[in-house]
């Protein structure tokens, strides 16, 4: 079992920053490969970025890449999502989501077991 507990969302101006964190309770935390999604009002959740559980392989949906960076600490059994450059667009409330490694691949949500609550994050114009 693994709990997860997304931090770090706010509101932010255009072209502004924001770091959110996900804390997993539990031991086993390096055996999952992790996940950011995010849900816009009125639209379908989508995945954002994904990381292997070693931290290694890194995979980042076309609408963030170059503006989000995803990485984690093992030892903090924490998993991070670095925007920058964030548009209107990237309003959403922000998911991090555990899976098995070898079930699925990174963007497809069916594949995790276990999500945060989300975080909102809101940018304006």
């Known amino acids: 079992q693994v709990q997860l507990v997304e931090s770090g969302g706010g509101l932010v101006q255009a072209g502004g920053s924001l770091r959110l964190s996900c804390a997993a309770s539990?031991?086993?935390?390096?055996?999952?490969?992790m996940g950011w999604f995010r849900q816009a009002p009125g639209k379908e959740r989508e995945s954002a970025a994904g990381?292997?559980?070693?931290?290694?392989?890194?995979y980042y949906a076309d609408s963030v890449k170059g503006r989000f960076t995803i990485s984690r600490d093992n030892a903090k059994n924490t998993v991070y999502l670095q925007m920058n450059s964030l548009k209107p667009d990237d309003t959403a409330v922000y998911y991090c989501a555990a899976r098995q490694p070898t079930r699925g691949t990174w963007g497809e949500q069916r594949w995790y077991d276990y999500w945060g609550q989300g975080t909102q994050v809101t940018v304006s114009s």
């Open positions: 990381i292997s559980k070693n931290g290694i392989v890194k």
């Open positions: 539990g031991r086993t935390f390096s055996s999952y490969s």
